[in-house]
């Protein structure tokens, strides 16, 4: 059974353990640890427990390696990207996809790279009828 889009919708701190199993490919808690202490400042037990909680609701799976548990994904990048992009367009935007591009083209320096980037995909949208 896959993942429903409720159990793809992450926190910062969620995405972020995420960011280091899409990276890596799995990793055991201490590796998550340390990837995060860094920034985060987490314990390697409040690690563990997210992970476990994670794992319960089937986004996440683990196997033994001696004493410790291996994690990997279970969802990837695009499919968690593609649920938390719906829900903002929806939850903040009241489905204006409009407003949402105004305000991130308004709320970030846009450099010219990134303006012809979007050009291209605004153009192969079209191409594809929508």
Do not use: C, N
């Amino acid at each position: 059974m896959s993942p429903s889009p409720e159990d793809r919708r992450l926190t910062s701190l969620q995405l972020a353990v995420f960011r280091v199993l899409w990276k890596r490919g799995e990793a055991s808690v201490a590796q998550v640890h340390a990837a995060l202490v860094e920034d985060r400042g987490l314990a390697a037990t409040t690690v563990a427990t997210l992970l476990k909680r994670l794992e319960a609701r089937g986004i996440l799976e683990h196997r033994s390696e001696g004493r410790q548990f291996i994690y990997r994904a279970l969802v990837d990048a695009e499919e968690v990207g593609r649920t938390m992009t719906s829900e903002l367009v929806e939850d903040v935007y009241a489905g204006d996809v409009t407003g949402m591009f105004a305000h991130l083209l308004d709320a970030k320096g846009v450099s010219p790279e990134d303006l012809a980037k979007i050009r291209r995909l605004i153009a192969e949208a079209e191409e594809r009828g929508g």
